[in-house]
């Protein structure tokens, strides 16, 4: 029985005839699992958000039908679809920052969806979808707000709001991309289970071919809109017929890194570097208690080093990012350029251009309002105290090059560049300043193979060229094999283990290192 399908289906935009999706058409049959894989902007997202009739219709125009359960959803009145979406199908979007309610704690936005289901449900329903995706601490998720949980966390409370009805059709929107590498296998293995115990289709979305490949009967690969392979996954695999399909399935990971790091100029050292938040419920009493996000934190990063910083969600990793660049407070000591920083940190701007940061996603990071130039001279002008047009001119022109992109994009918005696009101006913006040490936090999660390749590659030049120094933070283990000389394993805010990344990788001693590894979609 066909679940849902898509005939001859087009999206565009309302002030252009160039469709962003083309004469799209498949069918999702009963109890299948169905994967989508292609890079940012080939209409993966949109074609999900369609089937649930999710589009702004304001911005979009769309052509053909998308039929649920024989029903064109575009035909349906607002009211009927309400209905169905969270009991006949449901979604799993990408970023749950950006779903979740920041004025609400999270009890009131799971019972929200209770009051509008058609199903009977209650507290242990809730108690149980929660710990179906290793919610285990439920009292403690439910009286949080979203800030109050990692980036993990949150989005294995979507899945649980979007699981807790049942549905007949699941939409999983790449719903491990925040998700280290246990995690990641203990979500999907969840809802493959979910899948065959309640019959129920699944439409998976993913950059990550290797994923997919694990969990779906069929794949479609898309490209600039148009499907252009779709087949069981078995023949994808072994017969791919598209140059693009063929790309992705020989793309092979790397070797580690062989180079050798002189240590002798220390770039970033932390000596006991501890982080610790006041536990909500306690801002009241006499005798305060507090959470600790980092304890006893000690590492060095050299001259022209990268190296990985590891661990599950809610380790402390990203909280020792937010250290370094004293946008927490602190105890303990950090060493940057062999000179010890204070908290307040922004009145030394020839110290402050030397650290800089990329984040995960950098359409949050980019202002949507800047230009690409007004974003680029922001840190000239600010940290390198030039004011000179001409010469700030130049400046942005010089860094786009480097950085791959062209000297035309300069008066574009962030919202008019691909994702790949979007985090080399990320980088652009963060290497204008000339710094000695870039912190990339999950800097390629969100991108596919290739694209993530050509960052890789990107960051790799870069780091040659100007002796730049690395610290990443990542769930993807493919990616510090690739570029770190040595790694940290971090577990319940503290170090576990550390070394060389080929001993880490290689000779683990640790048995959550050891998880870790095991648990990954790469073979070592």
Known sequence: ??????????????????????????????????????????????????????????????????????????????????????????????????????????????????????????????????????????????????????????????????????PNIMIADEPTTALDVTLQKQILDTLNNLKNDLNMSMLLISHDIELIKRYCDQILVMKDGVLIENKPTSKIFSHPDHAYTKQLVNFKTSKFREDYITKENKVLETKNLSCKYLVKDSFFRKKKEYFNALEDININIYEGESVGIVGESGSGKTTLAMSIMHLLSYDGEIRICDKITQEKLLGDRQLRRNFQIIFQDPFSSLSPRMTIKQILSEGIVSLLKITEH???????????????????????????????????????????????????????????????????????????????????????????????????????????????????????????TRNLLESSFINY
């Open 1 to 166: 029985m066909t679940m849902l399908e898509f005939i001859n289906y087009s999206v565009l935009l309302n002030n252009s005839n160039a469709p962003l999706i083309k004469d799209l058409s498949f069918k999702l049959e009963e109890a299948q699992s169905l994967g989508i894989v292609g890079e940012s902007g080939s209409g993966k997202s949109l074609t999900a958000l369609s089937a649930l009739g999710l589009l702004n219709r304001r911005i979009f125009s769309t052509r053909g039908q998308v039929l649920l359960n024989r029903r064109n959803i575009f035909e349906l009145t607002d009211t009927e679809l309400n209905n169905i979406r969270g009991n006949e199908i449901s979604m799993i979007f990408q970023e749950p920052m950006l779903s979740l309610n920041p004025v609400k704690d999270l009890q009131s936005q799971i019972y929200e969806c209770v009051e509008l289901s058609n199903k009977n449900l209650d507290h242990n329903d809730i108690k149980n979808s929660l710990n179906a995706v290793g919610l285990t601490n439920t009292n403690k998720i439910l009286s949080s707000y979203p800030h109050m949980i990692s980036g993990g966390q949150r989005q294995r409370f979507m899945i649980a709001m979007s699981i807790l009805r049942k």
């Open 390 to 512: 001409k010469k700030i001119h130049q400046m942005c022109i010089n860094i786009l090059n480097e950085v791959g992109l062209e000297e035309n994009m300069l008066y574009r918005y962030p919202q008019e560049f691909s994702g790949g696009q979007r985090q080399r101006i990320a980088i652009a913006r963060a290497l204008v300043l000339q710094p000695k040490l870039l912190i990339l936090d999950e800097p390629t999660s969100a991108l596919d193979v290739l694209v993530q390749d050509s960052i890789v590659k990107l960051l790799l030049n870069l780091q040659s060229k100007f002796n730049l120094s690395y610290c990443f933070i990542s769930h993807d283990l493919n990616l510090i094999k690739k570029m770190c000389h040595r790694t940290y394993v971090m577990k319940d805010s503290v170090i576990i283990e550390q070394g060389t990344t080929r001993e880490i990788f290689k000779n683990p001693q640790e048995g959550y």
